[in-house]
C-alpha cells in the first residue's frame, strides 16, 4: 500500500482524494499497489471539502508522518510551498505538485534538492495534458526547433469569442468572469503571466533553459480590437495568445504575446477554454498535445499519473536532463526576436501620408508585406493596418517610436507579431 | 556507455542508427550515457543502407552478443520477429520494436516472456506520436471511454483529397500510389487492416483487453463516392478511417470504418497524411495527440525515446497493467454495436417508395434521423441518402439485407457509421 498525503485539498486537490477513491480498481492494476490517502492539510477547517480523507491544519502531520511515501502540493504561491516540499524532499518523500508559478521561478533548485527522489509536475502545465510527459520522454529523440502553446484556457475562450462573434474584449472579459474563467482582476490570466510560467517550465525540458518570467518578453491581449480581428480574418490569420520558445542561431527566443497565425494551422484550431501544446522536433517534425488545460478533475488526472508513475518506479529526470549540455543554449535578449509583425494606427487622410510612413519604415530596414486601408469614424482620419517581412524586435520598436511622433499619426500604435 | 543492435536497417533503421549518431549529443544529455549502435542486420548484404555500423546478414551477432543491451526489432512480419524478440528476452536484452503486426498477433505472450526485461513499442502505432506513453503513462487515472484515431496516413491523404478537392477514389488512390503513400496492392491500408493493429495495441492499454484482428470489425473505405463526401458535407460531418474503442454498458467495441464525424470535432480537422489519436478518459475528458504517423524519421524518433526511457531506467508495464483487473471488460461482439449509420441506395423515382423504405426500416426499430433525394443519371432513379437515429448493429445488417430484396431497390446499398 502507498500513502498520500496532500498539502491544499481545494477544488483540486479534493478531485485528487475523490478519484483516488472512486478510480481505485484501476489503479491499483495500473501502479500495482493499492494508493490511500492518509491525510489532508488545509487552512481553513471549518470549510467543507467534500472529500473522505482526515484533514487537518498542520502540514507537519503529513511531512513527519514516516507512514506517508508522497506529498502531492496543491497549496499555490511560491514561497510556502517551496519550504514544505524541500522539508518533504528532506525527509524522503516523493513529491507531486501543480503549482507553476513555484516551477517558474525555484525548478532548479528544487532538482537540486530531490536529487533521486522523484518530483514531479504533469500537472503544471496545460493541466490534463500529458505534455510533460511527451516532452521529457516521448520527444528524446529530437532536438527541439520550436514549441507554440495555447495555455491559458481563459484568454483562448476570450479570443475565440471575439474572432467568432464579432464580440469586444470588455463584454467578452465580463462574460468570461461572469462565468468563473477569468478572475475578478485578471490581469495574471489576461496579461501573459500564467502562459509564462507554463512556458519556462516547458523550455527547461525542451533547452535545460533556467529563465524567469521577468527575463523574458511578456505581453497580454487586453490591447486586441475588432479591426485587428477583422483583419486577421482577411489576411488568413488566427490570434492566439501563445507561449513561443523558439530556437534561433544564437540562442531561444522565449516569449508570450499575441499572435497571428495561420488559419490552416492545427493549433489555429483549437477553441474555446481548450489548451493545445505544437513542438517541432528536428527528427519527428510536428506533434500536438490538446486537451483540458483547467479544471479540478483534469488537473487531478495528471496529478494522480504522476503518482502512479511514482507508484511504479518510473520518475524524471525531473527536468529531462541526466547530464548537462555541453553546449547550453542561452536565453535570446527580447531585442533580438525576429519575427514579422503586424501594425495598427490612425493617420491623416492625406496624400503623401503612406509615402512618409514606409520612408520611416525603411530607414529601419522593415519592409512592408500586406496592407489595409479602413474609415475611421472621423472623416479626416484612416487606420492603417499592415504587416512588415521579418525584422528584429529592436528595430520595430525603435520605429514605432519614431511612427508615433510622426504629425500624421495620432494616438497608440498597436502591434500584433505574426509566426509563420 | 549503451550498446544497440538493429535487426532490420531498411527506412526506419537507417533513421535509427543516424539519429543516434547525429544527435549523440543530446541523447546523452537526456539518458546520462553514450548510446552506440554496435551492429545491424540486414538480409541483402549487397544493398547500400547509408549508415555508419557495422552490417551483417545473421541475427545471432546481435542475439548472442553480450555487450549488446538493447535490440531494435525493425524487421517487420509476424512470426520470425517473434522468434527473434523472443530469444534476446530469453538472453536478458531490452528490446524496442515498432512491428504493429507482431504485437496485434503476440502482445500478450511477448509480455509474458519480457516479464521485468523492458519490451517498448511507441513506434508501433502513430509513428512519431507519443501515444503509447500517453495512454500507458500519462491518462492512468482514467476509466478510458473513448478511442478514436486516425492512425493510417495513407488513407487520411486519400479521404482528405476526395473531400477538399472533390477527386475520386481511383484517382486519389493512383495518386497516393505515384507519390509513394500507397502500395502497389493497397490493401492492408485502404481495407483499415493496418488501423486494426494499431487500435489492438491501444485497446491492451486502455482496457486490458486481449483481442485480435480477426475478431474485430473492420471495413475500408473502398466503397466512398463523391455523392457520401457532398452529402456528409451537406449535413456538417467529415469522413474519416477511424480504429474506435469504446465502452459500452456490457463490454468494448472495437471496430475500424470510415467514420462521419462531426466537422467541428478536432479530430475531423486533422488531414493529409497526419495521424492523431483523441482518447475521452472519465477524469481528463478529452486529449488528442496529433503527428506524423509514418516516415524513416518520425518512427526512428518514437524508437529512440524508447531506447533512452530504457537507458534512463524506466519502462512500463508492458502493456500498461501491473495486475488484472479483477473485472476484466469483454470484446463486445461487433452485431450488438450501436451508434448512428448513413445509407445511400439508388431507388425508383415513383411515388410510394420512400413510404415503402420507411416501412421496412420501421419493422427492425430504425427510424430516419436526416435525409436528402439526389438526381441519377438514369431519369427513372434517384439517390436516396439518409441516416438514422442510434440502432444496434445487427439491425442494421437484417435491414440492408431485407432493403436490397425489394423491387424499388436497384444494385448495393452502401452505409456509412457515424460517430456522434
Known amino acids: 500500500m502507498v500513502k498520500i498525503g496532500i498539502l491544499g485539498v481545494g477544488t483540486v486537490g479534493a478531485s485528487v482524494a475523490n478519484i483516488l477513491e472512486m478510480n481505485a480498481d484501476i489503479l491499483e492494476a495500473r501502479s500495482g499497489k493499492k494508493i490511500v490517502v492518509k491525510h489532508g492539510v488545509v487552512k481553513n477547517m471549518s470549510q467543507d471539502r467534500g472529500v473522505n480523507i482526515p484533514l487537518s491544519d498542520n502540514p507537519m502531520n503529513v511531512l513527519d508522518d514516516p507512514e506517508i511515501d508522497i506529498v502531492v502540493e496543491l497549496i499555490g504561491g511560491v514561497e510556502e510551498p517551496y519550504a514544505l516540499i524541500k522539508k518533504a524532499l528532506e525527509n524522503g518523500k516523493a513529491v507531486v505538485t501543480a503549482n507553476k508559478a513555484l516551477l517558474a521561478y525555484h525548478r532548479y533548485e528544487l532538482q537540486e534538492i530531490a536529487g533521486d527522489i522523484p518530483l514531479m509536475y504533469e500537472a503544471s502545465t496545460a493541466g490534463g495534458i500529458p505534455i510533460i510527459g511527451a516532452l521529457r520522454n516521448g520527444l528524446t529523440a529530437n532536438h527541439i526547433v520550436s514549441i507554440q502553446g495555447i495555455m491559458n484556457g481563459t484568454t483562448n475562450y476570450m479570443l475565440t469569442k471575439m474572432i467568432n462573434e464579432g464580440a469586444n474584449y470588455d463584454e467578452v472579459l465580463k462574460e468570461a468572469q ?20 507554463k512556458l519556462l517550465i516547458l523550455a527547461s525540458i525542451a533547452y ?9 518578453l511578456i505581453e497580454g491581449i487586453q490591447n486586441i480590437t475588432q479591426t485587428d480581428v477583422s483583419f486577421a480574418k482577411e489576411f488568413g490569420y488566427e490570434i492566439k495568445l501563445l507561449g513561443i520558445a523558439k530556437k534561433a542561431e544564437e540562442g531561444v527566443e522565449l516569449r508570450v504575446h499575441p499572435t497571428m ?21 528536428d527528427v519527428v517534425g510536428e ?35 541526466k547530464k548537462s549540455l555541453e553546449s547550453g ?4 535578449p527580447a531585442d533580438e526576436i525576429v519575427t ?11 496624400s503623401g501620408v503612406l509615402a512618409r510612413i514606409t520612408n520611416e519604415l525603411e530607414k529601419f530596414d522593415i ?23 521579418a525584422c528584429q524586435e529592436a528595430k520595430i520598436q525603435e520605429a514605432m517610436i519614431v511612427l508615433k511622433k510622426l504629425e500624421c499619426v495620432h494616438g497608440e500604435i498597436a502591434m500584433i507579431r505574426i509566426e509563420k
Open 208 to 216: 535545460g533553459l533556467d529563465a524567469k518570467p521577468e527575463d523574458i
Open 287 to 321: 506533434t500536438m498535445y490538446y486537451g483540458p488545460g483547467a479544471g479540478g478533475n483534469a488537473t487531478a488526472s495528471a496529478v494522480i499519473a504522476d503518482i502512479v508513475d511514482i507508484v511504479r518506479g518510473n520518475q524524471g529526470p525531473m527536468l529531462g536532463y
Open 367 to 389: 519592409s512592408i508585406e500586406s496592407m489595409l486601408q479602413k474609415p475611421h469614424s472621423n472623416d479626416n482620419r484612416v487606420k492603417l493596418l499592415f504587416t512588415t517581412h
Open 261 to 281: 497565425i495561420c488559419k490552416s494551422s492545427m493549433i489555429a484550431k483549437v477553441d474555446g477554454v481548450m489548451n493545445a501544446v505544437s513542438v517541432v522536433g
Open 178 to 197: 461572469d462565468l468563473g474563467y477569468a478572475e475578478a482582476d485578471p490581469t495574471f490570466d489576461v496579461g501573459g503571466f500564467d502562459t509564462s510560467h
Open 329 to 332: 543554449l542561452e536565453l535570446l
Open 340 to 350: 514579422h509583425y503586424y501594425l495598427r494606427m490612425e493617420v491623416n487622410d492625406k
